[in-house]
């Protein structure tokens, strides 16, 4: 399946979390949350779109964090991710040096191959494997 209709499909689901994100991130029309880095202990960092780092008390935290873990048990949280929400796409965070890794500073969200949210057909495929 290409990137497009991958996308395609899972519009109302990534769309549902990304709001989701956004309500749990108390985000408002000032300062509205395009994406999340998910830290390996369960700290959050956000970003507007320039991207620019948006405080979050540790209630939000707490509450983005077990979303996405909730919403992606099949991710391997003991490392970082980065969550954009207009994309959908999960992203393993960059290390120190990497491209990404201070997005303040080079303006771009990088990381290491996208993992989409799975359809209700990969879903089905991963439990009959």
């Known amino acids: ?63 983005i964090t077990s979303l996405m873990r909730s919403v992606r048990p099949d991710i391997d949280w003991s490392v970082g991710h980065d969550y954009h929400l207009t994309t959908g796409m999960l992203r393993r965070s960059p290390a120190v040096g990497e491209r990404g890794f201070s997005p303040e500073d080079d303006k771009t969200f990088g990381g290491a191959d996208p993992v989409f949210l799975p359809t209700p057909a990969d879903r089905a495929r991963m439990e009959a494997a």
């Open 1 to 63: 399946m290409s990137r497009i209709a991958t996308l395609k499909s899972g519009r109302a689901r990534t769309a549902a979390l990304a709001a989701a994100i956004r309500i749990a991130a108390g985000s408002n029309r000032r300062n509205i949350v395009n994406h999340v880095r998910i830290h390996a202990d369960g700290s959050v960092d956000a970003y507007d779109w320039r991207p620019a780092q948006l405080h979050l008390n540790v209630d939000a935290q707490d509450a």
